[in-house]
């Protein structure tokens, strides 16, 4: 592993590879000879090709796109070295546009709750180029790096990959040599998406993946800690499971995303599961507002306390979510 000390910048692949030429014709049904000889080819071909060389060459038709356009949160857990852990969660606003040094980038801001409340650590800029490749800007480098690349294929080694290393507060980043182990095709809501599986040195075991249209499995780039639950694009989930934010904005400002919790079911006999079942930090007070307990749990027990109304107050990363639990026997 070695730690970042300078900016380097990886060269895009050419626009126009040969794989998309040939592709492109094929697609035309079209061979070399055909090529030499043009005055053959009916019209309709020759603009679809003239059409098609045009718009790879400018970037026009382009491969996967590394990074969502806007509102995506990805969620999971992590801790400073060790118990207890902390919720964390990324999220691309509504409007997430930002111009750094003429070039447009997606803001992701990252949230965590380890100080016991909801808070902003750091905000990243990522953006995706035509050929399927992903980077991400870093303010105290002032240089762009790479973190992922879809044209990737099976036994691959992609180099130079930046990846991230985090506690409640500080960020360390390093570079890797990543190995995509293998590449599989999914359907995400009945469209398909590329996911390279990533191996690396001392990855401890940890699932890495890139996917297109998502990004990294922990959002701008990939974390070399803790543990990432599920990724949300718009409404619809990209891996894993668990509640889509709502996305809300107020007198045309966005506000990112509210949380999104829910227990269910609801009213109980006094057991309530969050779904996903995913554990989350909560206090819950009676109908009188009188505190009654606290927990990091993924059930709320209230079994033991008489039938009644009950507030419970979660502790998300994005902020504190109240909880209206009905318990009925």
Known sequence: MHKMTHARIQPDHPLCSYSVLRTTLLWLNLSAIDLLSAALLSSTKMRLLTFFLFAIANGLVGLAQFYPEA???WRGVDDSG???FFNVAQVMPIFPDTLINGTTYKKIRENNDASGSSQL????????????????YIPDSAAEFLTGDLNAQAGDTVHDVLVSLTNSTDIDYFYRNLVVDSVVT??????PRTRCYINGDDSGGMLLFWQDGMGTISGPMLEMSGLWWYCCVNDTVQFGSGPCPQWITDVGEPLDAAPAIVVGPNPSSGTFRFSGEYPQRFTVLNAQGAFLLTDHSSVID???????????????PLGNYPLRLVVER
């Open 71 to 73: 509102k995506a949160y």
């Open 82 to 84: 060790g118990p207890p």
């Open 121 to 136: 650590i750091r905000d990243h800029f990522v953006r995706s180029d035509t050929s399927g490749k992903g980077y991400v």
């Open 186 to 191: 999914l359907l995400v809501e009945g469209e």
């Open 302 to 316: 209230l079994t033991g306390r008489p039938p009644g109304l009950y507030l419970a107050v979660v502790a998300t």
